[in-house]
């Protein structure tokens, strides 16, 4: 069974921070069995990585999800960036769209609270899966 992943690490986040990335960096693929053996072993030279979400992808083929993805987000260019080590499949990812698609996300269910939002990995995680299975 095929699943699109998210992945997150800790390390990497900070690495970018530095570089002006920014801290939100995402890695997403697709993998073939469980992604926690994947994540284990790292990429771009770490191995913190937690996946954050996964979910059931059929028929979906990684660089179709990551087709979709680079047309919304910015996709890292590992060739750019001698620390990522030829890991494909990073993002970077602003708050502020996040925070938009969750608004609009509860506004459409019902429910549009007025509650403060406060961002944690797994709503970038289900923005990324949201945009990569449309």
Do not use: C
Request: avoid cysteine; aromatic fraction near 8%; charge should be positive.
């Amino acid at each position: 069974m095929r699943f699109l992943y998210v992945a997150r690490s800790a390390k990497l986040a900070r690495w970018a921070s530095d570089v002006g990335l920014g801290r939100h960096v995402y890695k997403v693929g697709v993998a073939e069995e469980d992604p926690k053996a994947l994540a284990a072993q790292g990429w771009a030279g770490e191995t913190d990585w937690t996946i954050v979400r996964k979910r059931a992808a059929q028929e979906l083929a990684e660089d179709e999800a990551l087709a979709r993805l680079e047309a919304k987000e910015k996709l890292v260019d590992p060739k750019l960036y001698p620390k990522l080590k030829g890991a494909a499949g990073v993002f970077r990812l602003t708050a502020s769209r996040v925070e938009n698609h969750v608004l609009v996300t509860r506004a459409l269910s019902g429910d549009g609270g007025t509650a403060e939002l406060k961002l944690k990995p797994g709503d970038f995680a289900d923005y990324l899966l949201h945009n990569a299975m449309r």
